[in-house]
């Protein structure tokens, strides 16, 4: 299972970053994904899933901030992040959960500046 996060950068508070994440080794279009963040000194949390079938659920902290999407052919999910405030700087994982197990690749690293 190979999954790569890429679009993270350095942006200001306001503005927006739309996040990639490419997957291979499962099957995608009945997998259900995720994107998690990691912020510096704290636990892994979930920002968001999306099912097979396109349901999505957001944590409280991104609620009508962020929006995740998924493109089966391209095997790729995605997490458009707006309004981005300082408190959303963290590394971002995009994974999934099987059988009550975790799995992510390496993140991408998003840092929100004032």
């Known amino acids: 299972v190979q999954l790569q996060a890429s679009g993270g950068g350095l942006v200001q508070a306001g503005g927006s970053l739309r996040l990639s994440c490419a997957a291979s080794?499962?099957?995608?279009?009945?997998?259900?994904m995720r994107w998690y963040r990691q912020a510096p000194g704290k636990q892994r949390e979930l920002v968001a899933t999306i099912s097979s079938g396109g349901s999505t659920n957001y944590a409280d902290s991104v609620k009508g901030r962020f929006t995740i999407s998924r493109d089966n052919a391209e095997q790729t999910v995605y997490l458009q992040m707006n309004s981005l405030k300082r408190e959303d700087t963290a590394d971002y994982y995009c994974?999934?959960?099987?059988?009550?197990?975790?799995?992510w690749g390496p993140g991408t690293q998003v840092t929100v500046s004032s």
């Open positions: 994974g999934f959960r099987r059988y009550g197990v975790d799995y």
């Open positions: 080794g499962i099957i995608f279009s009945i997998t259900d």
